[in-house]
């Protein structure tokens, strides 16, 4: 008799735990599975992700109060084994001081060589302005890193007349570096009141007293302010990653988050160690003409080098499209982007992104196909895929009649507008041919991702991808935008990549192997749990070869106690009934 009450009681606790599940799902079909945000409330900037004895540690930017911006901002804090389940810690420290009473604003952390960390941060004052703090671990030998104390001395840097410096217009310091001379360099977003972007670089030889340089690392004119800036070294040699002080054989990267545009654009270039100047490459500008880290929802990005697996990690914010009133009815608002491992391509001109391979360990039923022809016009569900509302697809294309392109225009120069006045109605010699994912049954909603190929007057291939949501939702409400970016490729040469992961609202697809990335959040009103579908489809007029499509259902991850586990209710039915 215990045994068939152990068995009942355990069957009870399944049933609830689904039913529960169930629920919870279709009260919230919009919470994500496998993307980082906190159990609820407001997050935007993702601050300091490091990895400390063998924990990674994701902060954040977050509001206790409610699901929209609040300027009571503070450092909210997670923590994880593998970058996919993560625990949530109490916030790292919040406004308290005269240096920050009015915020906790984005920072960095620096791995010291003792091995400590350190947190550099922006508070708002007192007085409305905006300065830099310094916070450390109360305890080091906590590998959760549970408390911080902000140093008495803040604020480290202000801002003055007698340094040229807004004080509305100076925050996000980045990870500190250790230059040839033994002092540490930092950069800090800032801009003139005529426009000028600068990255205002400071000195220090203990790191809690710091100097500004004469001249900033590098500044660009009619950009406007530069937030959250980044600065790296990539590797010339292999997709090795490297650690932030790092010199040799590599080039650097600037990424400056421009606030006039809610885009991240970086540059590539070199960094002399003697003058503290960087400087871009031959064909690249620090203002809106530069490559993006991707081309939808994603800003105030940031990295860190993560020295267990030698790789260097980028996390991006990922608001919502909804408006302001449903997100405070949902009780949350903002994602964090999958992280991805960033390095520099082997052009030597463009950084790549792909999904750190811990996403693997989510997988669960896989589909595969091999060789399959799209005909024109043709349209082909993806079966077998049993969440399609929460999967990781892979698929590579190949296109044979490259000379029954169209001609592309020389006035189209604006991706984003060419995939918003081309879509899928307009059939096109070569395109568009992709995935439409969050489909409901009706084919009335659905988000597609596609390429195009046109030639131009020389003979050579342009490559169009495009994020299309304007059909993602019933909802007109959402902003329904469409995104767009050329691909690097020559499809003459190589095959066409496209890999997109899918997690209920949020749709992350990356093309080329990662050259391209367009990140895209969608709300649909039919294409929900057992509704969703995903399909192949090619809409021109040739047909197009799939080589190859692998489509996994993703499990969801343990993150931040969204789901809770109710074992903890069964526990004690068990140990009533365990004998």
Not at 147 to 167: D, H, R, T, Y
Not at 320 to 340: M, N, T, V, Y
Not at 355 to 371: A, S, Y
Request: aromatic content about 12%; overall charge negative; glycine content about 8%.
């Amino acid at each position: 008799m215990g045994k068939t009450l152990l068995l009942l009681s355990l069957l009870l606790c399944s049933f609830i735990i689904d039913l529960e599940a169930s629920r919870q799902d279709l009260n919230q079909p919009y919470r994500t599975g496998y993307h980082f945000q906190p159990p609820s409330n407001w997050m935007n900037d993702p601050n300091g992700p490091m990895v400390y004895k063998g924990i990674y540690h994701l902060f954040y930017q977050y509001n206790p109060y409610g699901a929209v911006w609040d300027v009571r901002i503070v450092w909210g804090h997670s923590t994880s084994l593998d970058l996919v389940n993560w625990t949530p810690q109490p916030p790292a420290f919040s406004p308290s001081q005269p240096s920050d009473i009015n915020g906790c604003w984005s920072g960095s952390v620096t791995i010291l060589p003792n091995g400590t960390p350190v947190i550099l941060y922006t508070g708002i004052d007192q007085n409305k302005s905006q300065v830099q703090n310094v916070a450390v671990p109360v305890n080091i030998s906590d590998p959760y890193l549970r408390e911080w104390s902000k140093s008495p001395a803040n604020p480290l840097m202000a801002p003055n007349a007698v340094n040229g410096i807004n004080p509305d217009r100076f925050r996000d310091p980045t990870t500190a570096w250790m230059g040839h001379d033994g002092e540490w360099r930092v950069i800090v977003g800032s801009s003139t009141d005529d426009r000028r972007g600068l990255a205002v670089l400071y000195k220090s030889r203990d790191f809690f007293n710091w100097t500004q340089a004469t001249k900033p690392l590098h500044h660009e004119d009619l950009t406007g302010m530069w937030e959250c800036p980044d600065f790296f070294p990539v590797s010339i040699t292999g997709t090795d990653c490297l650690e932030t002080s790092s010199f040799g054989e590599v080039k650097h990267v600037l990424k400056v988050s421009l606030i006039e545009t809610l885009h991240d654009y970086y540059t590539i270039g070199s960094y002399d160690r003697e003058k503290d100047v960087y400087v871009p490459d031959h064909g690249f500008v620090q203002d809106g003409s530069a490559p993006r880290l991707d081309y939808g929802k994603f800003y105030a990005s940031k990295t860190f080098y993560d020295d267990v697996k030698k790789r260097r990690i980028l996390w991006g914010w990922v608001n919502e499209s909804s408006p302001a009133k449903d997100d405070i009815e949902k009780g949350w608002s903002g994602l964090q982007s999958f992280p991805r491992k960033i390095w520099l391509g082997e052009s030597g001109n463009e950084l790549l992104q792909w999904p750190i391979e811990e996403i693997e360990t989510l997988r669960e039923t896989q589909v595969k196909w091999d060789n399959k022809v799209l005909k024109a016009g043709s349209t082909i569900q993806v079966h077998g895929v049993t969440a399609a509302q929460q999967a990781d697809v892979d698929v590579s294309f190949k296109v044979k009649d490259l000379e029954k392109a169209d001609v592309i225009e020389p006035s189209w120069t604006d991706p984003q507008k060419i995939c918003s006045e081309e879509d899928l109605s307009v059939k096109s010699g070569l395109g568009p041919f992709g995935l439409m994912v969050l489909t409901s049954n009706d084919m009335e909603e659905y988000t597609s991702v596609y390429f195009r190929i046109f030639k131009s007057n020389d003979t050579k291939y342009v490559v169009l991808m495009c994020s299309d949501q304007s059909r993602s939702s019933l909802n007109e409400e959402n902003d329904k935008a469409t995104f767009g970016a050329f691909v690097a490729i020559d499809p003459s040469q190589e095959t066409l990549s496209l890999r997109t992961l899918i997690d209920h609202s949020i749709v992350e697809s990356y093309g080329g192997g990662g050259k391209v990335c367009i990140t895209s959040r969608v709300y649909p009103k039919l294409a929900i749990g057992e509704n969703t579908n995903l399909f192949v489809f090619n809409k021109g007029t040739q047909s197009v070869d799939v080589l190859g499509l692998n489509a996994w259902s993703l499990k969801s991850a343990q993150i931040n106690g969204e789901r809770v586990s109710p074992f903890s209710e069964c526990e004690d039915s068990h140990s009533l009934n365990q004998y």
